[in-house]
């Protein structure tokens, strides 16, 4: 199959767009659900994909597991191993590249379950700085000055810091920013401004790399949907693959915060 020459632009999704690809990666705050909402056309989208379907999303606090259970409440039938998602594949990531490591946690409870099952050891508080091997900020709920500092105490005793990715915010259901894992790290940054970093999620390809692995299919043969260009669209130029851009629900405009604030910030999911 020939990749398309560039992005094509649809108001909305519905049955039939994907049906000439091998395989389906889909963004997925956006483009098939807002909050926990089925986005119009989406359900009827994922029904006419079938198995091709992949999610790939930026999310940072579920797991493959947790997002399908919660995905069958709003309609959709897709499967925990077709999910790839940032924070679960930012543990994946360091369990394989460091067995057993001690790591600190900024992240949400399903993520700390999820690296205790991966042979990974959390340390809520550990004794010495030089205990921890690794520090993974992802989406953490319980983020403040008192977990900051003692991230930046713990990467000055020579910790590896893992971001599950880079996005500053993304638009809530009321149209207003909800932070993300990129504004906690903007935080980070500002006490340690040359801080060096590995980050998973997308613009980063490993996710789309990881989802064409397991569905056996060639970049060439595959369609990336989103509604970022900045995170989902880059992405997929930087992996080779086709992209469609989802427009968001709500037109963004002059009256809309999210907007208003780019292109300071990035977006996505």
Not at 21 to 27: K, N, Q, R, T
Not at 34 to 40: K, M, N, V
Not at 168 to 184: F, I, K, Q, R, Y
């Amino acid at each position: 199959m020939t990749q398309a020459a560039g992005p094509i632009t649809v108001a909305r999704l519905e049955s039939g767009l994907a049906d000439a690809y091998a395989a389906v990666l889909c963004d997925l705050d956006g483009c098939l659900v807002s909050g926990e909402t089925a986005l119009p056309g989406a359900l009827d989208f994922a029904r006419s994909c079938g198995d091709r379907l992949w999610i790939v999303s930026n999310n940072s606090g579920d797991t493959g597991q947790s997002l399908s259970e919660r995905l069958v409440r709003l309609g959709f039938q897709i499967p925990a191993h077709r999910i790839l998602l940032a924070g679960e594949h930012a543990l994946l990531d360091i369990a394989q590249r460091r067995p057993g490591a001690r790591i600190f946690l900024a992240a949400s409870a399903q993520l700390e379950q999820r690296a205790r099952a991966l042979g990974l050891i959390p340390l809520r508080a550990p004794e010495r700085a030089n205990d921890v091997d690794v520090v993974m900020l992802a989406r953490d709920p319980d983020f403040g000055l008192g977990r900051l500092s003692k991230m930046v105490r713990l990467l000055a005793s020579g910790a590896e810091l893992v971001v599950t990715n880079p996005d500053l915010v993304h638009p809530g259901a009321d149209g207003l920013p909800e932070p993300e894992t990129g504004a906690l790290l903007a935080a980070l940054s500002a006490c340690w401004p040359e801080l060096a970093y590995q980050t998973i999620g997308k613009p980063q390809t490993a996710l789309l790399s990881e989802a064409l692995r397991r569905a056996g299919v060639s970049a060439a043969d595959a369609l990336f949907v989103g509604d970022n260009p900045l995170t989902d669209g880059l992405a997929a130029q930087r992996a080779g693959i086709a992209f469609l851009h989802v427009l968001p629900p709500v037109p963004r405009g002059p009256a809309d915060p999210v907007a208003s604030l780019a292109p300071a910030i990035q977006t996505g999911d």
